[in-house]
T-cell receptor, first 110, second 112 residues
Framework: DAGITQSPRYKITETGRQVTLMCHQT?????MFWYRQDLGHGLRLIYY???????DKGEVPDGYVVSRSKTENFPLTLESATRSQTSVYFC?????????FGPGTRLTVL | DAKTTQPNSMESNEEEPVHLPCNHS???????IHWYRQLPSQGPEYVIH???SNVNNRMASLAIAEDRKSSTLILHRATLRDAAVYYC?????????????FGDGTTLTVKP
């Protein structure tokens, strides 16, 4: 089915480990985004990408790295996970003025 | 992107209309008003957007004040499935990106 998929859906890791969250979209939308949502709060933008090989920082980029070698994939890497990065991570793409969100990845850092 | 202010929570009875307010006093002429909602344990989903005129779609209506400093999302007949967090966001069409952060939104509770 067309849409945005995220993997894994749930992840538990330990402080200091590297973690990569995957995001895949089937629409070939140019713009893609990564947000984090802490418990009881709204979404904050981590990084976004306007096209393959073009990425830019959002509001809370520290501790995260992104890449986009193909239009359909936009992985997010936590280079050395910290407890403060425990959150739900949402990937999104954009068509025109409308964003489409994935189901989220719940990450717990112990 | 300019900021918005929404009430933390609202309650409604099932099958009654719901009016969700949003204040955006610093809105610029090129800011579109967007509404998204987030059902429990899901990612946000698009509801509606507008610039100056009122807008209707199958999900909701968007009423925009004449000075554009506030707007109201209208759910004509709330159902239990409309219980969600509703986010009001401003996006500048000229920046050509979804750089705006979602605030804490309004948590809508629908009572049977």
């Amino acid at each position: 089915d067309a849409g945005i998929t995220q993997s894994p859906r749930y992840k538990i890791t330990e402080t200091g480990r590297q973690v990569t969250l995957m995001c895949h979209q089937t629409w070939s939308h140019s713009y893609m985004f990564w947000y984090r949502q802490d418990l009881g709060h709204g979404l904050r933008l981590i990084y976004y990408s306007a096209a393959a090989d073009i990425t830019d920082k959002g509001e809370v980029p520290d501790g995260y790295v992104v890449s986009r070698s193909k239009t359909e994939n936009f992985p997010l890497t936590l280079e050395s996970a910290t407890r403060s990065q425990t959150s739900v991570y949402f990937c999104a793409s954009r068509r025109g003025l409308e964003q489409f969100f994935g189901p989220g990845t719940r990450l717990t850092v112990l | 992107d300019a900021k918005t202010t929404q009430p933390n929570s609202m309650e409604s009875n099932e099958e009654e209309p719901v009016h969700l307010p949003c204040n955006h006093s610093t809105i610029s002429g090129t800011d579109y008003i967007h509404w998204y909602r987030q059902l429990p344990s899901q990612g946000p989903e698009y509801v509606i957007h507008g610039l100056t005129s009122n807008v209707n779609n199958r999900m909701a209506s968007l009423a925009i004040a004449e000075d554009r400093k506030s707007s109201t999302l209208i759910l004509h007949r709330a159902t239990l499935r409309d219980a969600a967090v509703y986010y009001c966001i401003l996006r500048d069409i000229n920046t050509n990106a979804g750089k705006s952060t979602f605030g804490d939104g309004t948590t809508l509770t629908v009572k049977p």
